[in-house]
């Protein structure tokens, strides 16, 4: 059984890497945004699949850590002005 998790997480983390295509070249800001999102979801479920295979308890602990600077992080771009305003959003 973990196994079939060990592969599974491998499986995320290959179809995670194709975001960073996104996050790098992506045309607006939106779209980088929504690529990094996929990167921290495809992280934290990979870290969870690695726990449940190994019985790591550290493991969840960096999913949960990630998970919560994943939204901050969202949130503290999405409200950032764009670049070349000076104003507030």
């Known amino acids: ?51 449940g295979a190994t019985g790591a308890g550290s493991a969840l602990d960096l999913a949960l850590v990630l998970a919560m600077l994943s939204s901050f992080a969202t949130i503290a771009v999405a409200l950032a002005p764009a670049p070349g305003r000076g104003g507030a959003a």
């Open 1 to 51: 059984m973990s196994a079939v998790l060990l592969a599974m997480a491998a499986a995320v983390i290959a179809t995670t890497i194709a975001a960073l295509w996104r996050a790098v070249n992506g045309p607006a800001r939106s779209d980088r945004l929504m690529s990094v999102q996929l990167l921290g979801t495809g992280a934290i479920a990979a870290l969870l699949l690695v726990a």
